[in-house]
């Protein structure tokens, strides 16, 4: 049945009720400072609440006294930057065919581990000393961590850490006295990185942070390359933007070692006796044989020293060797010229241009066992699903079928006249004419493969 008037007259009567109700009372002026500022509290939760369930930002009129400049900076922190803007350092990879030196991957692990351990100090308020770094990196990579490698971080990356000498830090080792100096790090970080008004390093800071280091590595070994390239005969030149490989004949391992960074010392009073001034005092109590063999381990240390060079040695200009006396000079030239012109392809070639060239180096061993596969089955097609399992099985290297399909879809690209792939409903089928002349076929595998080659 409907609702008659007086139904309706009740209804409105309990709403006005329940509106009353909800309605907080005014503050009492008489109330105490302590009773007025809960029932502050509480009104403002409760506006709180209603919008929330409003869904708007703000009710007109309702701003509490307080919260004036909340709204503004919590506007700001929501207009963030796109993703792909804030992220992009991140998806900034090298060239895999870019191999650092193994010294430089130690170091640049090295870096990692020492960032790592400093965050988690650095974020807890905790003064980073090289003691506790030191014990923690060695801990990670079980391999001796000094001074020198905290020179050379600082060579590499100059605004990864201030380094300073410093006294009173407390200390929990017999060893060290509290007014002893002490290498201590500091990360250095941007204003806009800070949490509570505290710097703090994030983990999204620290990838970057390892990722700069990683790229200015690579730029030491681009600029040894680069010297190489010049010393060369004739003298090469690739923009260090298209370089994905390296130079056949430039070893990467033989790449000089990072001359490390001055790393600030204690002051000249408070150091320790040095070695020297140890085996002064002793060099009565050694015998002449030990001594003489301790100057001449010094000597030798002192030229390896004075002998190092910051550029990796170059290859001298090739000499014409006696096999080429009577071929003409400019002829000599050309074929240099050439053959510069192939490595400077080789090293610009992008990797996805390398890869498709791997894969049709593999064509004519494989196009043999696709045919072998369909004289066995005895049919006219088959499907892909059971031609990769076929060919995976016969070939003498292990391919996933995922890589085993892309061969056979670049056949039928090369030679749709030899290999047909055709999606029938739910399968797809691949279909190859066994009356070919496989010697044709893969004579013009070959033939690709070297047009390849040439771009």
């Known amino acids: 049945p409907l609702p008659t008037q007086e139904d309706l007259a009740g209804l409105r009567c309990r709403l006005q009720r329940v509106k009353a109700l909800a309605q907080l009372p005014s503050i009492p002026a008489e109330a105490s400072t302590d009773l007025r500022s809960r029932l502050e509290r509480v009104r403002q939760l409760e506006l709180r609440i209603r919008e929330k369930k409003a869904g708007s930002g703000a009710v007109p009129g309702a ?19 796109p993703a792909y803007q804030r992220f992009h350092t991140l998806a900034q990879d090298l060239p895999p ?19 790592t351990i400093a965050g988690m100090l650095f974020n807890r308020a905790e003064t980073i000393t090289f003691a506790k770094v030191k014990q923690g990196v060695q801990d990670i990579m079980h391999k001796q961590f000094e001074e020198r490698h905290v020179g050379q971080i600082k060579a590499v990356y100059p605004a990864s850490y201030r380094l300073r000498q410093e006294k009173n830090i407390p200390t929990f080792s017999s060893g060290v006295k509290k007014s002893d100096y002490q290498l201590t790090l500091e990360p250095v970080l941007g204003e806009e990185e800070k949490v509570d008004g505290r710097p703090h390093l994030s983990a999204l800071r620290l990838l970057e942070r390892r990722k700069e280091f990683n790229r200015n590595l690579m730029n030491i070994v681009k600029q040894h390359h680069k010297a190489f390239l010049a010393a060369l005969s004739p003298p090469m030149v690739v923009p260090e933007e298209k370089l994905t490989r390296w130079h056949p004949r430039f070893n990467v391992d033989e790449v000089p070692d990072i001359s490390p960074a001055e790393v600030p010392q204690p002051p000249q009073e408070d150091r320790l006796t040095t070695a020297q001034e140890v085996l002064s005092s002793a060099r009565g109590m050694l015998t002449p044989k030990m001594e003489k063999a301790l100057a001449n381990l010094a000597l030798r240390t002192a030229e390896a020293g004075a002998g190092e060079s910051v550029v990796s040695k170059a290859p001298s200009p090739a000499s014409t060797s006696s096999t080429l006396k009577g071929v003409s000079q400019a002829l000599l030239e050309r074929i240099r010229a050439k053959e510069a012109q192939k490595l400077q392809a080789l090293m610009t070639r992008d990797p996805r241009q390398e890869e498709r060239l791997a894969m049709l180096g593999r064509l004519p061993a494989m196009a043999r066992i696709l045919r072998n596969v369909f004289v066995a089955e005895k ?15 016969s070939y003498n290297a292990q391919m996933p ?51 390849a080659e040439a771009l």
Not at 72 to 80: F, Q, S, W
Not at 99 to 114: C, Q
Request: net charge neutral.
């Open 63 to 81: 701003q509490p006294s307080g919260d004036t400049g909340a709204a503004a900076p919590a506007a700001e922190a929501g207009e963030k930057a």
């Open 97 to 115: 065919g870019l191999t650092l030196p193994y010294k430089f991957k130690v170091l640049a692990e090295m870096f990692r581990s020492v960032d």
């Open 379 to 393: 049919k006219q097609a088959l499907t892909v699903e059971v031609a990769c399992a076929r060919m995976a099985e």
């Open 401 to 451: 079928p995922g890589e085993m399909e892309k061969h056979l879809r670049l056949f039928a690209e090369l030679l749709p006249d030899w290999v047909g792939i055709h999606a029938i409903r739910t399968d797809t089928y691949i279909k190859l004419d066994k009356g070919k002349d496989l010697g044709l076929v893969t004579e013009r595998l070959m033939k690709a493969a070297k047009e």
